[in-house]
């Protein structure tokens, strides 16, 4: 089963449940969702892939994280607290992270194949490691964790 066809599914089911910040949510990535596909023209052809769905889900997940800090530092812990939900909510459809150390290997691995050592091949080792995490890895994370790496 697609992506959209989950989020339909989901919807309904949050509806009939009287979960209201779900179906708010869920309602809301099926809004980006289709914001994309017209975006990118691709409306009528099926819309955009799912890998790209996910990507867009990710990028969610990270505007909800920004927002509730924004919200706790301005006072509004209640704000925060619902963007949390929602960013719990929207990160049920994404893939499991990898951890930390998973993300070491893959880094060392990228660095080696490099042959560059130094922070003049940081971009070269981040470009890697994310084709390779995919959607399974925050940015920010691997940009540390290189940096750490290279640094060492």
């Known amino acids: 089963m697609g992506i959209r066809q989950q989020l339909d599914d989901d919807v309904k089911a949050a509806m009939l449940g009287g979960e209201s910040l779900k179906v708010e949510t869920l309602r ?3 809004s980006a969702i289709l914001y994309a596909d017209v975006a990118t023209k691709s409306r009528d ?3 955009i892939p799912d890998e790209e769905i ?3 889900f990710a990028k ?3 505007k909800r994280q920004e927002s509730a800090g924004l919200y706790v530092q301005g006072g509004s812990q209640e704000r925060a607290d619902k ?8 990160e049920g459809y994404l893939p499991a992270q990898l951890s930390e150390a998973e993300l070491i290997t893959i880094i060392d691995t990228a660095i080696a194949e490099q042959g560059e050592g130094g922070m003049q091949a940081m971009g070269k080792v981040i470009g890697a490691v994310k084709a390779k995490a995919g959607n399974t890895a925050d940015g920010s ?3 540390r964790l290189v940096k750490e790496r290279l640094n060492a």
């Not at 963007?83 to 929207?90: G, R, S, T, Y």
Request: proline share 0%; aromatic share 0%.
């Open 28 to 30: 809301g990535l099926k």
């Open 45 to 47: 052809t099926g819309g």
């Open 54 to 56: 996910l990507t867009l």
């Open 60 to 62: 969610e997940v990270k």
């Open 83 to 90: 963007e949390l939900a929602e960013k719990a909510i929207i």
């Open 141 to 143: 994370v691997i940009a």
